[in-house]
């Protein structure tokens, strides 16, 4: 960690440019940055599943840490699953090799709705919650933490569809033909989101992402009538002074939208050019992004120009938090992450210095 | 067709529009209209493939003829398939029956790019021109007709790819990999392009539409360097006076990149509101768009509340032409595009007129 965030006066780069304030250099971490990519996460894996992983609250935590060590980046993230707090609700999630997660019961009329059993994320998922900790306990204090929910919108999506999705035809035709059984899921959706996310930052997270992955998928007519009430209702019942990443992919068009739902930060895909969507945005709010993730399949110098490109966007101003627009690719070469990680450092301080912690392999 | 806009001396309202000059009600027509949704559609590929239909000019004159009738929209389209212009490049084009099209020998390298033959449609696609004129001659005058090609990036991603993809890395790793190839080979399918829409033109087409379907895929530091210049050329060399809408889906964030690249009217995907791009993009262009296909699957009501939503964006502005932001979904009901057609007319000129031609069935 570099020693002018380290200044316990100032605070950590990351959680500084939460609430735009001024930084030494710009912050970065990168979603999915505990995947497949990384050779020390695949040695892990080859031991265990998925769920095993997640359900391990020493190998999460462990796995949590290893990624900010290799990558140089300023902020960890627990290392879980966002369908993870849906598993108690009896709709038969499984995630199989090679398809993602498959629920074999979708919930796509009022009566499944009404079926779901109400779900206490302290009984049912106390592992990620003791992972929070490890993690928090074995970083001791050299970058924040980040734990992570999906929003009600995206799990309701995994519910309605039961497997991956292009165009969430289903999702649509549930709120479009049934609006009050859409609310009434979306409603509970938010109520467990924002225990979830809660119980988190109890355990020690010190900002937390909501993942809203797929909504991009809506006109911002329906976001405004479908969704932006029940995001809104989670970001507003957040812990206080903590900071929240409002997040989604193709989401250029529902910006303003999802602002005006809140987070502190405001996540940006790589499809929108960075300045011009702050510039809409305002002020008022922070925002994260936006690397085209393929682009770290390219070389380190084109990956260097489009980081240029990516600060250039944000001008200076305070309150710009670096990241890919979505979770890095699983055949990402890790030393090109590394590239980009030192890239954002060096050319917003113009400095070329990285002092790091830990040691990379 | 309306008596108002039959007018001689005011011209057909969907050209009009195009032109940004005032109109009785908002033109409107529907992408794929001619398709696997319309039983009308459905009874001719009982008897004949998608590539034998696009083959049989009086066929495919007749299925875009009838569309016309059935629906009541204000434009035509022709049938045809905008890969068709690259079967003749060798490169193995097949389309598999629920699979969509399969491109056996992608073209990944600057020697594939090489290799490409030079292709004329007048010699390769002489049925496409030929069913123009036949389209246009058994329409008599009544609405136009609207001619289209692939954009060079679509044609390429297909090209590159050689499956339906959704994160496009082939075809980014071949730009930033091989910028020189890249160009090459979008300068290439920017000639076939030009040739192709300019053959449809001479052949009778009214109007003609650029699809760049994929193009949201890309940033828009990535869409101004690879892209743009492209997509212009083709934009500048089209038959003047001849009407060109610029479409793609996903674009919310590369409109004004898009604008830039040309075109009378800009198509727009349902995740946008109609009225704010049109604001972030000026007087200088007519739009067209934008209701979500997948609101064709809800009830009549909720869809004349959408079209509503999206006539209220444009607010009345001459230069709307009403559609859906991508092409109708193969399980819509025929009977609710029509609902949407009349919707459109009845809520554009608040007097619930709409005379016909032709029956529906």
């Known amino acids: 960690m570099r020693g002018a965030d380290a200044d316990a006066s100032t605070g950590p780069s990351f959680l500084r440019?939460?609430?735009?304030?001024?930084?030494?250099?710009?912050?970065?971490?990168?979603m999915r940055q505990i995947g497949r990519y990384l050779p020390a996460?695949?040695?892990?894996?080859?031991?265990?599943?998925?769920?095993?992983?997640?359900?391990?609250?020493?190998?999460?935590?462990?796995v949590t840490i290893r990624a900010v060590e290799i990558l140089g980046v300023d902020a960890a993230?627990?290392?879980?699953?966002?369908?993870l707090v849906m598993e108690p609700l009896g709709v038969g999630l499984s995630f199989l090799q090679g398809e993602g997660p498959m629920?074999?019961?979708?919930?796509?009329?009022?009566?499944?709705?009404?079926?779901?059993?109400?779900?206490?994320p302290a009984e049912s998922v106390p592992f990620v919650f003791e992972a929070v900790r490890l993690a928090r306990e074995g970083l001791g204090g050299r970058v924040p933490l980040i734990g992570f929910a999906g929003a009600p919108f995206t799990l309701a999506s995994y519910l309605v569809e039961g497997r991956p999705s292009r165009a969430f035809l289903e999702t649509?035709?549930?709120?479009?033909?049934?609006?009050?059984a859409w609310h009434t899921l979306m409603e509970r959706l938010a109520v467990l989101s924002t225990r979830y996310l809660n119980g988190q930052i109890a355990a020690g997270a010190d900002a937390v992402q909501l993942f809203d992955s797929w909504v991009g998928c809506l006109s911002p007519d329906d976001y405004r009538r479908f969704v932006l009430p029940h995001s809104r209702r989670v970001i507003a019942s957040i812990t206080p002074g903590v900071p929240v990443i409002h997040f989604g992919t193709g989401t250029a068009g529902l910006l303003e939208l999802m602002q005006e739902a809140g987070g502190d930060v405001l996540g940006l895909d790589w499809r929108v050019d960075l300045g011009q969507a702050w510039g809409r945005l305002g002020d008022g709010v922070a925002v994260q992004g936006n690397l085209d993730p393929a682009l770290l399949l390219a070389s380190p110098a084109e990956i260097r120009r489009g980081v240029r490109?990516?600060?250039?966007?944000?001008?200076?101003?305070?309150g710009h938090?670096?990241?890919?627009?979505?979770?890095?690719?699983?055949h990402?070469?890790?030393?090109?992450?590394?590239?980009?990680?030192?890239?954002?450092?060096?050319?917003?301080t113009g400095t070329g210095a990285s002092g790091r912690f830990g040691s990379r392999a």
């Open 17 to 30: 440019a939460c609430r735009r304030q001024p930084v030494a250099c710009t912050p970065v971490w990168v």
């Open 41 to 62: 996460y695949q040695a892990v894996r080859a031991r265990m599943s998925l769920l095993d992983l997640c359900k391990t609250p020493d190998a999460a935590a462990e």
């Open 77 to 83: 993230i627990i290392f879980a699953d966002i369908l």
């Open 103 to 120: 629920i074999h019961r979708p919930v796509r009329t009022g009566e499944a709705v009404r079926r779901l059993p109400d779900v206490d």
């Open 172 to 180: 649509k035709h549930l709120m479009h033909a049934d609006p009050d």
């Open 309 to 318: 490109a990516v600060l250039d966007g944000a001008a200076g101003r305070p």
């Open 321 to 330: 938090i670096f990241n890919l627009g979505h979770g890095v690719l699983p």
């Open 332 to 348: 990402t070469p890790w030393d090109h992450v590394v590239a980009m990680v030192d890239a954002v450092h060096e050319l917003s």
